[in-house]
């Protein structure tokens, strides 16, 4: 009788313990950010820097209602659980709202409600908006051992619904935080609004697309306004700077001192982007005019549809004119 209850007992102890385990295991998130064995919380600086210049981009580069500018930076720190946004999978309405209109509402309560649901959100950041296509913004986020990817979006002014970020950063590594990550950014279409160039009016995407990333040959239209054939990839729009802060630099307003740039210009070399001047068809050939019994001329024209730029080859001519037999002779 005394074996069989202290059978018994070990049979509730390892119960117990089993249950313990596999109700813990249940807790965590699944993915490369739960073996993160570094120090439960670690605070970085990140800088997003604008590259978006008329020399780098100069087709339909936009100079006024409104200039090229950037929105403010929305981003998140999470487990793998949770994703703000994924290439070639659906925006969701919050990443709609913001790549369309720079609206954070609806975005912010998906983001509340996936750390109320799941617990994958460690926390919310935000940097200021930059009032050009170069400059620069920053912030301050905190990263948890269990929550050690970063992501955000910043949106692309004007655009129809095109925006660059980050998805899922992870800025820990085994037992250590990394102390500085950076990454250049290019631009992506939320697929969720069908317009080719910077000012193109609202027109929705039925049925929605998935998130693209936009190349320099795709969308493969003449009309796009990142699209440069001749390139074999686009320049860097932006780019992304994540620096750990050390202990006694918790609370200190403003990135690492070498990441600080005079006022908000950026130090950094531009590369220029050539442009091939684009003209339209032919119109039909004009009257002939001249004197009766003498050969006369007609004309042609066609019109400049894009200047060239940075060296691009230049505008041929836009008239050409031939001998013809004047009309109207007797």
Known sequence: MENLMLGNRSCKVIWTLLITILGYTS?????????????????????????????AFPKQYPLYRPPAQWSSLLGVTHSSDYNMWKKDEYASNGVRDFAEKGEAWTLMKEIEAAGEKIQSVHGIFSAPAISSGTGQTFTELEAHSRHSLVSFIVRIVPSPDWFVGVDSLNLCEGDHWKEQETVELFPYDAGTDSGFTFS?????????????????????????????????????????????LKRNQLGLPGPEPNLTAIGNEIDDSVSETPLDCEISLWSSW?????????????????????????????CPNLDEEIECEPDNCV
Do not use: M
């Not at 027109?203 to 003449?222: G, L, M, R």
């Open 27 to 55: 807790c965590l998130p699944v993915g490369d950010d739960s073996v993160c064995t570094a120090e439960e919380v670690a605070k970085y600086s990140i800088l997003f820097v604008g590259k978006w210049s008329q020399a």
């Open 200 to 244: 193109s009016p609202n027109f929705a995407t039925i049925p929605q697309d998935t998130v693209t990333e936009i190349t320099c040959s795709s969308p493969s239209h003449p009309a796009n306004s990142f699209y440069y054939p001749k390139l074999k990839s686009l320049p860097p729009i932006a780019r992304v700077t994540i620096v750990k």
């Open 286 to 314: 004009g009257l002939c005019r001249g004197t009766c019994g003498k050969i006369g001329t007609k004309t042609r024209t066609r019109y400049v549809r894009l200047q060239a730029a940075n060296n691009g080859t230049p």
